[in-house]
């Protein structure tokens, strides 16, 4: 015998037990019995989704306030910066900024000036990365964009 038929068995002995149960009952009984047994099978899918819903609104909460300190932090970050900024130099002060936004950056120092080129296809982030590096002190001596690939490719001296 397969599962299946081992499974409809058992249900269809399981149904005949009720049958037979609710035969011998009085009408009056019967109807109270399958009208409790429905109000309890009412109440407890009722009960297991608001628990649900419960659990789902819970996380969308926290997932919300997730995103709000994202989102402040992300707006100050630029404001924060650690107390040993002043003693980096240039190139790590970009390394340090371009690691802070996930960025891949190439870098090439000539004397005082610095080369940067980095790529990205959000304008935003990119603008953000900059302002974070004016902020650090370092200025732009010239700045280059240009479209490769669907991306945004961001030339820049700074000093």
């Not at 009722?46 to 402040?72: E, P």
């Not at 650690?82 to 004397?111: E, F, I, N, T, Y």
């Amino acid at each position: 015998m397969k599962t299946s038929e081992k499974m409809q068995n058992v249900i269809d002995q399981n149904i005949e037990k009720i049958t037979d149960y609710l035969e011998q009952l009085s009408s009056r009984e019967r109807y109270m019995v399958i009208f409790t047994t429905l109000f309890v099978l009412v109440v407890a899918v009722g009960a297991a989704l608001w628990f649900m819903h419960a659990a789902a609104n819970k996380q969308q909460n926290r997932v919300n306030d997730l995103k709000d300190m994202i989102v402040w932090m992300q707006s100050n970050a630029v404001t924060m910066k650690p107390a040993s900024d002043l003693q980096l130099s240039a190139v790590d002060k970009v390394q340090r900024v371009a690691q802070q936004q996930g960025l891949s950056v190439v870098s090439q120092q000539a004397g005082e000036q610095i080369q940067i080129v980095v790529a990205h296809e959000n304008y935003a982030i990119l603008a953000n990365f900059l302002t974070q590096l004016a902020q650090m002190g370092l200025s732009l001596e010239k700045l280059e964009l240009s479209s490769e690939a669907g991306q945004i490719k961001l030339t820049a001296l700074v000093q």
